[in-house]
């Protein structure tokens, strides 16, 4: 069992920075792959969650969507049980509930993919 916490999403402009954080628990975390999904309002399912980035187990194989890549940058520290994304030139349609997730394969962009899930993070991002 793999417990996540999301932290560090909130109120930006556009063209703004945030970080968020997802805290794990559990001694098998650095066995995990871990991702980042969003949620905007017009999503009323989690089915439907977009796929943001996804990092492996051992940092070494990233995989990023194209809206994002070249602005948004996953990490992990297994010392710490934790996985960031920092989230820079950000743009209203940004705005969404990013969750975590813990899996097996970081390229996997199927929700049905990931075994895991944290509780979610707004993130607004005004004009």
């Known amino acids: 069992q793999v417990q996540l916490v999301e932290s560090g999403g909130g109120l930006v402009q556009a063209g703004g920075s945030l970080r968020l954080s997802c805290a794990a628990s559990g001694r098998t975390f650095s066995t995990y792959a871990m991702a980042w999904f969003r949620q905007t309002p017009e999503k009323e399912t989690a089915l439907e969650r977009e796929?943001?980035?996804?990092?492996?187990?051992?940092?070494?194989?990233?995989k990023y969507s194209d809206s994002v890549r070249g602005r948004f940058t996953i990490s992990r520290d297994n010392t710490k049980n934790t996985v960031t994304l920092q989230m820079n030139s950000l743009k209203p349609e940004d705005t969404a509930v990013y969750y975590c997730a813990a899996g097996r394969t970081p390229a996997n962009t199927g929700v049905y993919d990931w075994d895991y899930w944290g509780q979610g993070t707004q993130v607004t991002v005004s004009l």
């Open positions: 796929f943001v980035a996804g990092i492996s187990y051992n940092g070494r194989v990233i």
